[in-house]
């Protein structure tokens, strides 16, 4: 089934093809040829390994207040920005500089913005990067060296193992079906829905429509290109409740190619936010509490990158000059263990285009390093199976399952792409409040919590819901924050919703990837009250 | 008689425009900002301690971004956007929430909020205008109590002027066209000149960009000041780079400034400039390393114009001669000699166009409400006058508009059009001989022209020694029999007293330096102009090498090196 899969692939590489394609390609194959054959210090080891990866950008914010238009988006197309990235391993098959943490570097890829849109410009770019990284993977292969002979290492997995090659090309770039126009009036629209409730000093809305291709090509065959329309919109408004204590409160959503809810529904959903950031008004201070807690979808998603995402990626630590590899998953050593609620089936399905019609962003046939990507069931009845893994290996380890993720802040290692956190038995809403009311009876507690939303900032928390198990009533609390945070947690799951919901998440710090689970009700989590103090009320009444 | 009709016409070219007079209810953005303003003011001057002054000063800003590089478009971007300055001074004139902390770090940052592009937009405009205001004010308490502290435990100013002087009430709209400019043509023309590196494989790094801004900026303040004064400055720049076998690396660049579109040369003059900076790039990549020298120096026009600016400008702005941290090189000289007596020395914002060159330090009003003046620095040698913004000194009690800043800051004493005038002048050819003559007299080998510099850097503060470095990046030796050998990788260093007397000539061959100047109260756009002038004795010292060897391969262009090519 693979093996047609990637024939598929192959023939739409041969395919409909974009003229810009070409010349991207052939620049990057031509510089990519010359750096492996030529670029060599004398008594130095040449490079063993070289991949490029090219960005292409277009599209600029639209800004909104209250309303009205804040800042004017160019009526003209402008120029596609190019972001080149290079990684490069030095040496050979078993003695290289790869993974690797020199003191005197971040482990992240060397970059340079601002590439021109033509054959000669993105050569001179790549010829750049190739400089710059092979200078300094040659000092990293003879730091690791000598790291290796000190400390007389006995592990013998591969930092980086030979692998097939795939190639997956999908030139068609991604359509904008929208003008700058019709943006310009949906944060008009999106920001004006504040104006129908109180309390709210500020409203925001904002709004980048981003078309991006990536195209990526490496010294051993593999190739691949992509293309999206992100769709970015930001909404934000300040308020200060009645103890005086102000919040600034935020909302990301993302939207993937044609994903992009009418403008109908964005100002409805608009309308929503703003109008829970007015209740916050009469919100009540929170106090401390262990027990527990109802995670919608959106805060679900931010405890489960927390608590699941971090510890299966990066599956093998880095050896590193000083200290040691913080970022490593937790969950490296623990195969056969129970790592989640029983009930529960955790997947990553990076071969996964759609899912309910929408496109995901996970979605990578070929990997970071060039390796056919494969789905994988990492956790069963709770217990942990597999893990995603790339060319680095720990022992044991035969070969990559093609889950290398590079991003700006990382060079590739393991990582996620598109995971589904799948319960095997849902419960409705209203289920599952009378689930979370009936373990607080059973816990002697007056009240339990529903979140909304994950804290994405200590100063900027988003309003919870208090419902209190006499009545079922109720009121939003504010300045609560979650302390303790363990992998515990997932264990403790004790139900999970029926409203399944998939969020895609673009590149920052994780690379570009997708989540699809419910809600889910957490047996015992800690909050506690934030300790910010009330501001004084403004001077003059707003305007 | 002859050099003072020449100055006649360069100074007729000062701007004939002049706005008329306006009024709240005549321009729509400055009536809601007013109104909003006068509304905040009302309540906060009342409070204890009291708001006692306050002003808006808000930009709309059109900007165009277009750069290329070896014949291909890197970026080319338009965008609009409205940003709104919020000044606030608690306290009282004599001692406000800006007063100079002792033995603290100042910021010179202040409240700049994106805001509304236009005044049919007024609720969003005065939302952020009330947000902006609350934020500034409580700012502006805190930064109030840490001052009457400070004060309380730190030794006395040595110049106890007060922190301000109220701006005089000015009533000035001016309108401007846009810049009419096509953008395709702009494109091309950066894509034709940024091919042409690619027949040089010496060159390792270039740049060929265009920015156009165009400002229109709103000032109301609480005094009543109603201020409209729109702006476009137009810049091309081509800019190349090599590395020498040795790690120096070697620049040269090309600037054109503009007003419009009509200001600058054909693209075929551009090719043309572009081969000669080339060349000289080439010549500079052959030429030997200079060794350390002190001996008699021609600074070039435009190198003069920036050496005045970062050697002598700087030391000239008000609020160093009052704050205790600075070096108040001049302070106390005022009537006294400070440079050569061959020279003059002014700052002329009001100056828009030199010899037909645009000067980007032009502007009528100051970023303080206040109307620019042309100000005599330096007459015959002697210091007359320093640059004043709105914070007095001691002698100098009121601004004389030169109180500037860039978005988010809060406005110091700045340079705008810096001339350099000498009392008499001879012709370049003159001043070599000059050298020459002075290379002899002092059993040199040879003499030293700075043809051109980048910029450089001075120090201020009294914790640093008094002294300067500039950054040359065209140099030539010029030997007793008049032949001239490029040299590179030199700084030219010294301590600015001992410097300035020691100019003992100038040439009539003005030229313009345009650049934009940093400083505490951000990036401000500058102008300097001077002629040549010969120093009887600089210093320069061996420039620090790039640790990085060149590029192992060439360039990668197209039929050239696209399959090999080691250096």
């Not at chain 1, 408004?237 to 600034?248: L, V």
């Not at chain 1, 409805?268 to 201070?285: D, I, M, N, T």
């Not at chain 2, 100055?7 to 321009?27: N, T």
């Not at chain 2, 914070?391 to 705008?416: C, D, E, T, W, Y």
Request: aromatic content about 10%; glycine content about 6%; charged content about 25%.
């Amino acid at each position: 089934m693979r093996a047609l899969l990637f024939t598929l692939m192959a023939l739409l590489a041969t395919a409909g093809v974009w003229a810009q394609e070409d010349v991207y390609f052939q620049a990057m194959a031509d510089e990519l040829n010359r750096t492996q054959k030529q670029l060599k210090i004398a008594d130095s080891p040449k490079p063993y390994f070289t991949s490029f990866w090219l960005t292409s950008s277009q599209g600029r914010w639209h800004h909104s207040s209250w309303g009205e238009l804040v800042s004017a988006a160019n009526q003209e197309p402008q120029a596609a920005r190019l972001v080149g990235r290079i990684h490069m391993v030095v040496g050979d098959k078993k003695e290289n500089s790869h993974g690797f943490l020199h003191s005197r570097y971040y482990y992240a890829p060397n970059e340079v913005s601002g590439l021109g849109n033509g054959y000669d410009a993105v050569r001179l770019g790549f010829w750049r990067l190739a400089d710059m990284e092979y200078r300094e993977m040659l000092e990293i292969y003879a730091q690791k060296e000598a790291y290796k002979r000190q400390r007389q290492l006995l592990d013998d997995s591969a930092d980086f193992a030979p692998a097939k090659q795939g190639v997956f090309v999908d030139s068609q770039p991604a359509a904008q079906p929208f003008t700058a126009q019709y943006y310009d009036e949906l944060v008009e629209a999106l920001s004006a829905e504040a104006k129908k409730y109180p309390y709210l000093e500020d409203a925001t809305a904002s709004v980048l429509p981003q078309q991006q291709t990536h195209w990526y090509l490496n010294s051993q065959g593999g190739k691949r290109q992509v293309s999206f329309l992100w769709h970015l919109v930001r909404l934000s408004t300040q308020m200060r409740n009645k103890d005086g204590f102000k919040q600034n409160i935020e909302t990301e959503w993302f939207f993937l190619d044609d994903g992009l809810p009418a403008k109908e529904e964005l100002v409805k959903k608009a309308s929503e936010f703003y109008r829970r950031a007015s209740e916050g008004y009469q919100a009540k201070r929170a106090e401390p509490y262990i027990g527990p807690v109802l995670f919608k979808p959106a805060a679900a998603l931010g405890l489960v990158e927390s608590l699941f995402v971090k510890n299966v990626s990066n599956t093998k630590p880095l050896l590193q000059s000083e200290g040691e590899d913080q970022s490593a998953g937790g969950f490296k050593d623990k195969i056969g263990q129970r790592v989640f609620s029983v009930g529960f089936v955790v997947e990553d399905k990076p071969l996964l285009r759609e899912y309910n019609g929408q496109r995901l962003a996970g979605f990578l046939p070929v990997d970071d390093e060039g390796v056919p990507s494969e789905n994988l069931l990492l956790v069963k009845n709770g217990k942990l199976l597999d893990l995603p893994f790339s060319r680095s290996l720990t022992q044991g380890r035969k070969k990559s399952n093609g889950h290398a993720r590079m991003s700006s802040r990382q060079r590739p290692r393991a990582g996620i792409t598109n995971l589904f956190i799948t319960p095997q038995k849902t419960y409705t809403q209203e289920e599952l409040e009378q689930k979370l009311l009936q373990r607080c009876r059973e816990l002697g507690l007056e009240y339990g919590y529903i979140a909304e939303e994950w804290p994405s900032n200590p100063d900027n928390l988003p309003n919870i819901t208090r419902i209190y198990v006499k009545d079922g009533q109720k009121e939003q609390v504010y300045g609560a924050q979650l302390k303790n945070l363990t992998p515990r947690s997932l264990r403790d799951i004790l139900a999970a919703g029926d409203d399944e919901k998939t969020f895609q998440i673009p590149d920052s710090n994780y690379p570009r990837h997708s989540i699809t689970l419910p809600s889910l009700l957490v047996d015992e989590m800690e909050l506690a009250p934030t300790n910010k103090q009330p501001e004084r009320k403004p001077f003059v009444p707003q305007p | 008689m002859k050099k003072a009709i020449l100055f006649c016409l360069f100074f007729s070219l000062c701007f004939p425009v002049w706005g008329a007079e306006c009024s709240a209810q005549k321009d729509p953005m400055l009536s809601v900002l007013s109104s909003e303003l006068m509304r905040n003011f009302k309540t906060l001057k009342k409070q204890k301690p009291p708001v006692y002054y306050m002003s808006y000063q808000l930009v709309v800003w059109n900007q165009v971004v277009v750069d290329a590089v070896a014949g291909a478009l890197k970026t080319s971007d338009v965008s609009t956007d409205a940003f709104v300055d919020i000044a606030v001074r608690v306290g009282n004139m004599h001692t406000d929430n800006t007063h100079e902390l002792k033995g603290v770090w100042m910021t010179y940052d202040q409240e700049a909020l994106r805001t509304a592009l236009d005044a049919q937009h007024r609720n969003a405009l005065r939302n952020t205008l009330w947000l902006g205001t609350q934020s500034a004010v409580e700012q502006a308490l805190k930064d109030y109590n840490n001052v009457l502290t400070n004060k309380q435990v730190s030794s006395a100013s040595t110049d106890p002027s007060d922190d301000f002087v109220l701006p005089q009430k000015s009533l000035f709209c001016q309108t401007q066209k846009p810049v009419a400019y096509e953008r395709k043509e702009v494109e091309e023309r950066l894509k034709t000149l940024s091919a042409l590196v690619k027949n040089y494989d010496f060159i390792d790094a270039s740049s060929f960009s265009f920015v156009l801004d165009e400002k229109d900026r709103y000032f109301v303040d609480s005094v009543g000041n109603l201020i409209r004064t729109p702006s476009a400055l137009a810049r091309y720049v081509m800019a190349i780079q090599a590395q020498t076998p040795d790690g120096m690396v070697l620049e040269r660049n090309v600037l054109y400034d503009g007003f419009t579109m009509e200001d600058f040369p054909s693209l075929q003059q551009m090719k043309e400039d572009f081969a000669q900076m080339a060349d000289e790039l080439k010549q500079l990549l052959q030429a030997p390393v200079a060794e350390p020298y002190t001996g008699p120096v021609i600074l070039k026009n435009r190198a003069s114009g920036v050496f005045f600016h970062e050697i002598l400008g700087h030391r000239l702005e008000g609020h160093r001669q009052k704050s205790d941290s600075f070096g108040q090189t001049f302070t106390n000289r005022v009537g006294k000699e400070i440079v050569s007596p061959v020279l003059n020395v002014s700052d002329n914002p009001l100056l828009s166009h030199f010899n037909g060159v645009p000067l980007r330090g032009y502007y009528l009003f100051d970023d303080e409400g206040n109307p620019a003046q042309n100000v005599t620095l330096i007459e015959k040698g002697v210091l007359k006058n320093f640059l004043m913004g709105a914070s007095p000194i001691k002698g100098f009690a009121q601004s004389n508009g030169h109180g500037r800043k860039s978005l988010g800051k809060r406005a110091v004493a700045r340079m705008g059009n810096t001339i350099i005038t000498p009392v008499e002048s001879v012709s370049y050819d003159e001043l070599e001989k000059q050298l020459l003559e002075q290379v002899k007299k002092q059993g040199k080998p040879y003499g030293l022209i700075i043809e051109d510099i980048s910029g450089g850097f001075t120090m201020t503060e009294t914790s640093a020694p008094q002294a300067f470095k500039v950054n040359p990046l065209l140099v030539y030796k010029i030997y007793p029999d008049g032949h001239k050998e490029v040299v590179r990788g030199v700084d030219l260093v010294g301590t600015p007293l001992t410097s300035f007397s020691k100019i003992t000539a100038a040439a009539d061959d003005f030229a313009v330096f345009n650049g934009v100047c940093g400083a505490e109260s951000g990036w401000v756009p500058v102008s300097a102009v001077s002629p040549s002038v010969l120093v009887s004795e600089m210093e320069v010292e061996k420039v620090e090498k790039s640790p990085t060897k060149p590029p192992i391969l060439r360039p990668p262009y197209e039929g050239k090196h696209a399959k090999g090519g080691k250096k």
